[in-house]
């Protein structure tokens, strides 16, 4: 049996623990701790050859399966078959919410319990896999607050989210586009007459005359063309799109210098691709 033979059966079902001292996105009302990682997806493709390794997208289309951790900038997820990966962009682009939708705050000191509160209870949260946060901001009347923003498997899922509740949530559906923005973007940063200006201007850029819209047309009175067009806008404001999202799998140097693998693993996932 060689080395490789003999780390990988060494290694076989047995957990990785992760770095519970995670680095949050903003300052920290409380640290969130995950399940261990079963590494059985990384033993899967770290055993093929290389040449075979570059043939093999098994980890591409492997779906998110929850966060491992979150910076500045840039957040690791597990995958459904074990790989984690690194994407780095912005907020909206890396957990697939172009609208920043966020968790509500059922129960301010244990956003897990309010972000699974929300998945039981709110048609928008169902497809949302896990959560990152917390971010720390202030509203428009000088509060601090802390975000934490749901993530989906892919934009169409985060679309989906972000329409429905703005069609169906008695929050948005019966407000002006004006109104329905400020309180949709309530934060000290957050300009609404721009918003407005921006979301207003892509609807009627893109539609007929007859279809043309200002910001006291009603979210409720919307066509499906007008809303695909409003979310676009909702898309630019949020800043979605505006430069290339990046993920890669993260190298094995990496992991074990955050407490992800063991030394005893590196040989293992060093055989990884390093392009996602």
Known sequence: MGILDEIISKLRGQ??????????????SQNIAQAPIVNKGLLDIGSALPEQQLQDDRYKKSKIRRVVASRPGETDYELENGVIITTTGVVSDRTNNPGN?????????????????????????????????????QTKGGKDVFQYYPVYQ????????????????????????????????????????????????????????????????????????QMKYFQAGMKKQEGSGAKPLQSFVKSAGRM?????????????????????
């Open 15 to 28: 957990p990785v623990e992760p770095n519970f001292n995670v680095e949050p996105d903003g300052p920290p």
């Open 256 to 276: 074990q210098q955050e407490g992800l693998i063991g030394k005893d693993q590196m040989n293992v996932l060093d055989m990884l691709p390093r392009n996602f």
């Open 101 to 137: 939708i966020t968790v509500p705050q059922y129960y301010p000191n244990d956003p897990r319990k309010s972000f699974e509160k929300a998945k039981r209870t709110l048609s928008w949260f169902k497809n949302a896999v896990d959560f990152i946060g917390p971010f720390k901001e």
């Open 154 to 225: 892919d934009q169409q899922d985060g679309n989906e989210a972000a329409r429905f509740l703005l069609t169906k949530g008695k929050a948005y559906k019966n407000k002006s586009i004006k109104s329905a923005l400020a309180t949709w973007a309530p934060l000290k940063g957050d300009d609404t007459t721009q918003y407005t200006n921006t979301i207003v201007n892509e609807i009627n850029k893109n539609v007929p005359k007859g279809q043309k819209v200002t910001e006291n047309t009603l979210i409720k009175d919307l066509s499906d063309v």
